[in-house]
């Protein structure tokens, strides 16, 4: 259950066609392919598979290294739950804009 596994392809194919840009758009969890409230140990088993696909002595890809380090921040900020928190503040921020305020009292 959750979100579906990246495929190397796709990962390769996002990098190629709309750069690093769109690879850090993603959050960690939809970068790894698991659920956001997964178990860190299945963030750590994507990342395996992931991560032997694109390590940069193993692959000939030119978006190897990129990959490779997205891929390994995405863990990190997974297992810190950083993200979550940055994630918390955005939907915050972009609720409680002026104009939502405005909103909500027009309609109360």
Known sequence: E????????WLEG????EGE????RLLPHELLGVGEFSPV????????????HFHPDK???PHSALLFDQLR???????SGSWRTAQDDDDRRR????????ELNRTS
């Open 2 to 9: 959750g979100q579906p596994e990246p495929t190397a392809a």
């Open 14 to 17: 996002l990098a190629r066609d």
């Open 21 to 24: 840009e769109a690879l850090e």
């Open 41 to 52: 140990e299945a963030a750590k088993a994507a990342f395996r598979r992931l991560g032997r």
């Open 59 to 61: 692959s000939a890809s």
């Open 73 to 79: 921040a995405a863990l990190d900020q997974f297992k």
């Open 95 to 102: 609720f409680f804009t002026d104009a939502a305020v405005v």
